[in-house]
């Protein structure tokens, strides 16, 4: 089909097509044209396949099935009154469509960042001082926040990093400063000017910057400006603070299927070995789980628990107790259920406020086995086992998910 090729994003009722960069002449026309009215687009998080999914419901049923009707001028004349419709996310297809986009963006972005966090082949200037850096892109960005007192946040919080540098790079080259974003007549002039004025950061409002930051993903709806007022700026600054009056208390970890509190994971995994029989160090090396899968399982683990159900052979029951000696008895306990159970993206986001747990785990560079010599390079931690990879049916997993999803709503799988 052309329109499901073409990069373009095609009007719902007619041929007009637009440039995905061009949204709001799309919008624009369909209001004008059409008088269609997409509620919250802005928390749409992928524009072109929402648009392409009611493009082909609106061919096979009445848009009336679909839209609210909203009435203009509705006290005039009948010839000067008109009927506007309203697709929004009250419409439960619609909302669930809205979850299945943002989801896809979700998985696709956090892999992507992923990615770079563990990239070593990463090269680039200063932009400051052309001094050239290699290895991992951290050691860049944390080079610019002390030396230049220029900083964009901690490195996992970017996400797209390469082209959010191009991005700056090109404005200087322009010599537009990065903050107020006024344009000089020489690169000396905007040197002094970012310096003086303290304008070596960038400007907040500017929502260019939302695709760079991996909050924008994980919070739909809420600004840069926001995240900035919450972001880690003053622990690079103020390095000479005193802070020999502070003490650190331990926090304790909570077990996963009983009460007991531990203040290091090492003693809390060897309490859920021992009590509980599950091995999490060996779970999490036999099945090669990155941090950010680990996260997941922990996540899922607890709301199985909460909802009193065991989370392989789903039954429920009455208490808690009950539940755990039926686990430990059956040692459903000890054995994950299928990946495509629990590695699910609704699982980063925590049961529990302040599950100590998930901020004790650990990475997944101790998973790397004698199975790699030094010359063979790490893509990224998920092919840190190749063993482990070898042995398991990662290939079939990933074609089942996409066969599972392409049952869903997205236009693209279908």
């Known amino acids: 089909d052309a329109v499901e090729s073409s990069p373009d994003v095609p009007c719902i ?23 269609l009215v997409i509620a919250d687009v802005r928390l749409v ?4 396949r929402y648009i392409l ?9 009445p848009i009336t099935d679909f839209c609210s009707v909203i009435r203009t001028n509705s006290e005039a004349p009948l010839e000067e009154q008109d009927n506007y419709f309203l697709l929004c996310d009250v419409l439960p297809e619609d909302r669930l469509l809205r979850e299945q986009l943002q989801q896809k963006r979700l998985r696709e972005i956090l892999e992507q960042q992923q990615r770079e966090r563990y990239d070593t082949s990463f090269r680039s200037m200063c ?24 900083n964009i946040g901690l490195p996992d919080n970017i996400v797209n990093c390469y082209e959010f540098l191009a991005v700056l790079q090109e404005k200087l ?55 900035q007022s919450e972001d880690d700026r003053e622990l690079l600054c ?27 994971t090492e003693k809390l995994y060897l309490h859920m070995q021992k009590s509980h029989g599950f091995d999490f160090p060996k779970i999490k090396s036999e099945h090669g789980l990155n941090f950010y899968q680990q996260v997941k399982l922990v996540n899922f683990i607890r709301r199985e628990i909460h909802h009193c159900r065991c989370y392989n052979c789903q039954e429920k029951f009455q208490s808690k107790g009950e539940l755990i000696s039926h686990m430990e008895e059956t040692k459903d306990i000890t054995f994950l259920p299928p990946r495509s159970t629990w590695d699910q993206p609704q699982y980063y986001f925590p049961t529990y406020e302040n599950d100590t747990l998930l901020c004790a785990l650990s990475d997944s560079e101790d998973l790397i086995t004698e199975d790699q ?23 079939n997993e990933l074609l089942y998910e996409e066969n599972k999803r392409g049952k869903g709503l997205c236009p693209d799988d279908q």
């Open 373 to 395: 010599s030094e010359d063979i390079p790490v893509v990224s931690e998920d092919i840190s086992n190749l063993k482990a990879l070898k042995q398991s049916s990662v290939l």
């Open 13 to 35: 009722f007619c041929k007009e097509c637009y440039l995905l960069a061009e949204q709001n002449q799309l919008l624009k026309h369909m209001i004008i044209e059409h008088k």
């Open 127 to 150: 932009m400051f001082c052309d001094q050239e850096f290699t290895g991992n892109r951290s050691v860049l960005l944390n080079h610019m926040a002390r030396e230049h007192a220029f």
């Open 173 to 227: 080259d322009n010599l537009q400063c990065l903050y107020c974003e006024k344009v000089f007549r020489d690169k000396n002039t905007l040197k002094d000017h970012m310096r003086k004025k303290q304008h070596r950061r960038i400007n907040a409002k500017n929502k260019e910057y939302d695709k760079f930051y991996i909050i924008n993903y994980l919070e739909f709806g809420k600004s840069w400006e926001e995240v």
């Open 53 to 61: 999914y009611w493009k082909k419901r609106f061919a096979e049923q």
């Open 238 to 264: 103020n390095l000479e603070e005193d802070w020999s009056d502070w003490e650190e208390h331990p926090v304790c970890a909570v077990c996963l299927f009983c009460e007991q509190q531990a203040d290091t």
């Open 45 to 48: 998080a992928d524009f072109r």
